[in-house]
């Protein structure tokens, strides 16, 4: 019977303070847009970038006397490594026709360097599973037999990993700035609310109720609005998102690049339990802060 009073109290005043319930409830569904536009943008961008980490990595330079044997060890050792992630052959023949390519119209200029005039040593490429790993595993490889010399891409491995690292940051920084506007928010529309409601909260305090009765009706109307805003910013943000991904898919774009992005079914848990927490959080500890000043002794 109690639990029913309070549930329908909480409803009633959902409706009751239409103008500030929908105040709270446009502001919220704008925060949590925004982080999910965010969230959905950051986990795209570190998706794309661990497939194109993979991609990166070191190219092992082999000496020109080296036998097949000799070159047949050595991908086993390199393979044997912790953090590899491919290793790929690159003939003497490859790397001449892999230079042609790149002169284009001056390939005159490499006439005479075929067969056994070839000058360009065969190589392995090598990437990684843990960019975080290649400058040890760089210096490992170095020290091999039939190593000529190794060339990495630090600069590019480094940028990455800060990219990375910088979007998870700016992505954190953001979530806590829109907690704090929607708890705000909540909690100054419970506030409009009890304000209007403080004649009857003190004649409910003097007949004995507790501040567990009296608080909890405002926490569910908070609960109620923060529930709402949440599946409608799940519903609009999966929308838009799905819209937008299929608009990018069907350019050839992603392909030149190598690389995907993320379906929204991929991000959508993620979503949605992070969407639950803020309308649950938020509508508690805005209602519980509205509530203080009346409920004091």
Same mark, same amino acid.
């Given at each position: 019977?109690?639990?029913?009073?309070?549930?329908?109290?909480?409803?009633?005043?959902?409706?009751?303070?239409?103008?500030?319930?929908?105040?709270?409830?446009?502001?919220?569904?704008?925060?949590?847009?925004?982080?999910?536009?965010?969230?959905?943008?950051?986990?795209?961008?570190?998706?794309?970038?661990?497939?194109?980490?993979k991609?990166?990595?070191?190219?092992?330079?082999?000496?020109?006397?080296?036998?097949?044997?000799?070159?047949?060890?050595?991908?086993?050792?390199?393979?044997?490594?912790?953090?590899?992630?491919?290793?790929?052959?690159?003939?003497?023949?490859?790397?001449?026709?892999?230079?042609?390519?790149?002169?284009?119209?001056?390939?005159?200029?490499?006439?005479?360097?075929?067969?056994?005039?070839?000058?360009?040593?065969?190589?392995?490429?090598v990437?990684?599973?843990?960019?975080?790993?290649?400058i040890?595993?760089? &210096?490992?490889?170095?020290?091999?037999?039939n190593?000529?010399?190794?060339?990495?891409?630090?600069?590019?491995?480094?940028?990455?990993?800060?990219?990375?690292?910088?979007?998870?940051?700016?992505?954190?920084?953001?979530?806590?700035?829109?907690?704090?506007?929607?708890?705000?928010?909540?909690?100054?529309?419970?506030?409009?609310?009890?304000?209007?409601?403080?004649?009857?909260?003190?004649?409910?305090?003097?007949?004995?109720?507790?501040?567990?009765?009296?608080?909890?009706?405002?926490?569910?109307?908070?609960?109620?609005?923060?529930?709402?805003?949440?599946?409608?910013?799940?519903?609009?943000?999966?929308?838009?998102?799905n819209?937008?991904?299929?608009?990018?898919?069907?350019?050839?774009?992603?392909?030149?690049?190598?690389?995907?992005?993320?379906?929204?079914?991929?991000?959508?848990k993620?979503? &949605?339990?992070?969407?639950?927490?803020?309308?649950?959080?938020?509508?508690?500890?805005?209602?519980?802060?509205?509530m203080?000043?009346?409920?004091?002794?």
């Amino acid at each position: 019977m109690g639990s029913n009073y309070l549930l329908r109290e909480g409803i009633k005043n959902v409706f009751k303070n239409k103008k500030s319930t929908m105040i709270s409830l446009v502001t919220m569904i704008l925060a949590m847009f925004l982080f999910g536009a965010f969230f959905s943008m950051g986990e795209n961008v570190n998706y794309v970038l661990e497939q194109v980490k993979k991609n990166q990595g070191i190219e092992v330079f082999i000496e020109n006397e080296a036998t097949d044997e000799q070159i047949a060890v050595l991908e086993q050792n390199i393979k044997a490594l912790d953090g590899i992630n491919t290793i790929t052959f690159k003939s003497k023949q490859k790397a001449l026709d892999t230079m042609k390519e790149n002169l284009k119209d001056n390939q005159e200029l490499l006439e005479g360097y075929e067969g056994e005039n070839n000058i360009f040593p065969a190589s392995f490429i090598v990437t990684f599973t843990d960019l975080s790993l290649v400058i040890d595993t760089e &210096a490992k490889i170095e020290n091999m037999e039939n190593v000529k010399t190794v060339k990495n891409r630090n600069e590019t491995i480094i940028m990455l990993m800060k990219i990375a690292n910088g979007i998870r940051i700016a992505i954190g920084i953001i979530s806590i700035i829109l907690i704090v506007i929607s708890i705000t928010i909540i909690s100054n529309t419970i506030r409009l609310t009890v304000h209007a409601r403080r004649k009857e909260i003190s004649i409910m305090k003097y007949v004995g109720a507790t501040n567990h009765f009296i608080r909890l009706p405002f926490v569910i109307e908070g609960v109620l609005i923060g529930m709402v805003a949440a599946i409608i910013t799940l519903l609009l943000v999966g929308g838009i998102y799905n819209f937008i991904v299929q608009g990018i898919s069907s350019t050839d774009v992603l392909q030149k690049l190598g690389v995907t992005l993320l379906q929204f079914t991929e991000i959508v848990k993620v979503i &949605a339990i992070v969407y639950a927490s803020l309308g649950i959080g938020v509508g508690v500890i805005g209602s519980s802060i509205s509530m203080k000043k009346y409920l004091e002794v």
